[in-house]
């Protein structure tokens, strides 16, 4: 609990008024480990998410606050966070994140950035280092080739959690895998939460990683500059997706990604990811849940839809 406060003291409090940190403060010392989401919202109270519920707290934040905390999230430079808006998040030192809402300004039928902030969902990154323990032994195989991988789980579910580990581990070395070069496109800044360049995560030594980049095109990019023997993305679904996945199959690349889902059914109402399972790229399919905390695993499957077993 102490390290999650210092934490949050530390790289976050920086980024609030002093009220809103009066606010916190307020807050039982033992939640301070659950806390997942401080959500603000202007002329409504401030919500913290812990665990699987909400905590209602009876600070209001006001139009001249928000105001206020664009400033000191900005620096007071929204117009060199222009592009970030545009993606509707900014990233704070430590990983952290800060989703943004309000009103879009378009330029030729697509967003270009954000005006008129009405509210901040502040997102708590943590790093768990051996998250993906017990998942390590599905992905590597007897000889030591890794298997094309792809985790599936409903949002919150851990699996960004997970592959930044399995980034760490098979770039690093562990007990089952000498370390190879893994490239990361982290197009949402969520898997190595990079900051100014910096990745403030640790996804292994042997990682080179492009940030808030395209994965269709970030992919090519990483093939033919970094010749990596693993990609790792996150959330998957587009078509262009796909193409890049199949390139990087056929050089010889082991792909290891997401996508949002809670079932195979899921996966094929979904025509880009029911395509991918028609052409049996991922030879692990490992679906995730909350039942029994953020990361639990409850199947795994072959390309084949059979399930596996270690």
């Given amino acids: 609990m102490l390290e999650i406060r210092q934490t949050l003291e530390r790289q976050i409090y920086p980024f609030f008024t002093l009220a809103l940190r009066e606010c916190l403060e ?40 928000m105001g206020k905390l664009l400033q000191l999230l900005s620096r007071s430079s929204l117009y060199a966070l222009a592009e970030e808006l545009r993606n509707g998040y900014l990233t704070l030192p430590g990983g952290h994140r800060v989703g943004v809402v309000g009103q879009g300004v378009l330029e030729q039928g697509r967003v270009k950035t954000l005006k008129n902030i009405s509210g901040l969902n502040v997102r708590i990154s943590r790093e768990i280092k051996g998250a993906a323990d017990k998942l390590l032994p599905y992905l590597v195989s007897a000889n030591g080739d890794i298997y094309h991988t792809l985790l599936v789980s409903p949002p919150q579910a851990g699996k960004t959690t997970l592959l930044r580990d399995i980034a760490r581990q098979l770039s690093s070395g562990c007990q089952l895998f000498s370390g190879v070069k893994v490239g990361i496109v982290d197009e949402r800044s969520e898997i190595a939460a ?11 030594l042997r990682t ?43 050089s010889g690349v082991k792909v290891i990604t997401s996508a949002h889902g809670c079932n195979w059914e899921d996966l094929q109402k979904r025509p880009t990811l029911s395509d991918i399972l028609a052409k049996r790229i991922f030879q692990r399919l490992i679906f995730l849940s909350t039942r029994e905390g953020p990361g639990t695993i409850e199947k795994i499957l072959n390309n084949q839809g059979g399930e596996v077993r270690c």
């Fill in 26 to 65: 307020k807050i039982d010392a033992c939640l301070w480990d659950e806390i997942q989401e401080i959500r603000l919202r202007i002329n409504k109270p401030v919500v913290l998410v812990i665990g699987q519920g909400d905590l209602i707290t009876d600070y209001i934040v006001t139009q001249e606050e």
């Fill in 194 to 204: 990079c900051y100014q360049g910096i990745a403030q995560r640790d996804v292994g």
């Fill in 208 to 250: 080179d990683i492009l940030d808030a980049c395209p994965k269709a095109e970030g992919m090519m990019m990483l093939i033919r500059s970094m010749s990596p023997q693993i990609l790792l993305t996150d959330e998957i679904g587009r078509k262009e997706d796909l193409l890049a996945i199949e390139e990087a199959v056929n």
